[in-house]
């Protein structure tokens, strides 16, 4: 998701990490408390007799309000409970249209998008759906001051209903991504009746929306999705949904090996996840693995010196050893990453292994001598991370280990942990020369991974950025180049000349390195030998209708 937010007085990238954090490590970030019995009791030996799935996980979720939801489960949550304008083709990333019945057609300057809306649509209290509710919705969404309103609101400069079943948004300025934006988990329409536009008039744990399956309940330890027996698309398989909100992966590890559960979603450590799939073949126990969307990165301080050199920053790639990363830290269970785009995506290009490699440290050497280093006087690299993060530590410690072995006495590496919000405070301050983050975006598009990165609003070269996305991201980059290209792409209407601008920028990321892409996640679920359909999609959604026993 969009971790910084320019000009909106607070950062979001606190909310996104510390979600992203919670995914990744051992811990389950305060999830609700249940206990291994009750995931038993209520788990895949019931669900067998009624037609019911029960989902374990130790991932939580605050709100299902579609106005404030801004974490990935409530986003899954969202993309079961509602519809959006635009969805994805089951298995794949091409855009569909869903609540629309059509893509938009759009105006000659790219401002104005005419969407016709599907008719003989119900929301879960039987009223219909039209094109003044989802005006209306998205009027909420970007006026009630949630977590994700600047999406919208950021780039809307109005919404109305131009018939029953005609929607016209006027942008402010083009973009080509909008229609993939309109894609977004919170872009799902509400029954107007039942919510208020206005700051803070949030409905955490109701819904009523006009997806598959309506909200039962939205307890401390258990969700309940039931099946909607008037949705008007393709029924769910099965009759409804309990997820238990386990609270460590400890216990959903043993729910699901001795039975309680059908399926076990995040979060997993590594050696259980290792441990589930040795005893696949023996328990017919399911193993699906699929690439997330989620970049790891280390951001580099391109204002700061010694990192305002730009030999530097490329020594300081050349030294990377993701391979040697995903052994040690991951077991494996990871994915070296070359790129800020991920790897399930078309544009991909691993420029930094291209240019880099893994671990060439000869390169590195080379570089450093060149920019005026050497044992008589060695490069200061300070590293920072999360304390939260005992993945974060790992890694850095990992990577110093690394340099230390194999440029010894060329560079002296420090280790520095600090308590995530003050991290994320002093991120656009320019406090920490490198710092290790990660980054799960807001919608599928190339530009949510490069436009947050590179774009500067305000700066020089002479000077880095002094206001946009690239200062709020702690990397102070600056670049005509990246700018120019970025804009052009906003507007671009030729698929293959977006599709080049993207190639051009991750080029140029390869050559200035404000930043180097460490690893990209996998995700993994575990479903019992009795349940089929189970299926994470390329866009990250977890599509529960599917599912049956």
Known sequence: MKV????????????????SLCVFLVV??????????????????????????????????????PADAYELFPGI????????????????????????????????DGLIYKIPLRTGVTFHDGSPFNAEAMAFSIQRFMQNGGRPAFLLSDKIAEVTATGDSELTIT??????????????????????????????????KEFIGTGPYKLAKFGTDSIRLDAYEGYWGTKPANKGIDIQLVTSPANLYNAFRTGGLDIAYQTLDPD?????????????????????????????????????????????????????????????????????????????????????????????????????????????????????????????????AAIDQNLPGLVNVKLNSVETGTLFDNLDKGTYPATILDWYPDYYDAETFIDPFLSCE????????ESGQSQAGGSFYYSDRANSLLKK????????????DFIQLQD??????????????????????????????????????????
């Open 4 to 19: 910084w937010q320019v000009g909106k007085g607070r950062s979001l990238l606190q909310w996104v990490s510390l979600f």
């Open 272 to 400: 259980q996840i290792r441990n589930l799939e040795q005893g696949a073949k023996q328990n017919g126990w399911q193993v699906i693995q699929s690439g997330t969307n989620t970049v790891n990165y280390m951001v580099l301080n391109a204002k700061s010196e010694p990192l305002n050199n730009v030999k530097v920053r490329q020594a300081i790639a050349a030294s990377i050893d993701r391979n040697l990363l995903n052994q040690r830290v991951f077991q494996g269970q990871a994915e070296p990453l070359y790129s800020l785009l991920p790897t399930t995506f078309p544009l991909y290009k691993p420029v930094f292994k291209d240019k880099y490699g893994d671990g060439q440290y000869e390169k590195a050497k080379q570089l450093l001598t060149e920019a005026g280093f050497s044992p008589a006087k060695p490069l200061p690299l300070e590293i920072w991370y999360s304390s939260s993060s005992t993945t974060r530590g790992l890694v850095a410690s990992t990577v110093k």
């Open 458 to 465: 305000k700066g020089s070269v002479e000077k880095g950025c």
């Open 171 to 204: 942008l402010k300025s083009p973009f080509a991504a909008f229609p993939a934006l309109l894609a977004f988990s919170g872009v799902t329409p509400v029954q107007p009746k039942a919510y208020a536009i206005g700051a803070g008039k949030f409905k955490p």
């Open 489 to 500: 792409q906003r507007s671009e209407k030729d698929l293959k000349a977006r599709d080049a």
């Open 77 to 108: 949550l969202l993309y079961n409970l509602g519809d959006r304008l635009y969805t994805y083709k089951t298995g794949t990333t091409e855009l569909e249209p869903q609540l629309a019945t059509a893509l938009p057609t759009i105006s000659a």
């Open 508 to 549: 140029l990321l390869g050559e200035d390195v404000p930043y180097i892409p460490l690893w990209q996640n996998k995700d993994y679920v575990f479903a019992q030998g009795t349940v089929q359909g189970v299926a994470i999609q390329p866009s990250q959604q977890f599509l529960f209708g599917q599912i049956k026993k």
């Open 28 to 65: 389950s970030c305060g999830a609700p408390k249940t206990t291994p019995s009750s995931g038993a009791t209520n788990g895949a030996g019931s669900g067998a007799n009624n037609g019911r799935i029960t989902i374990g996980t130790t991932l939580k979720a605050e709100t299902v309000d």
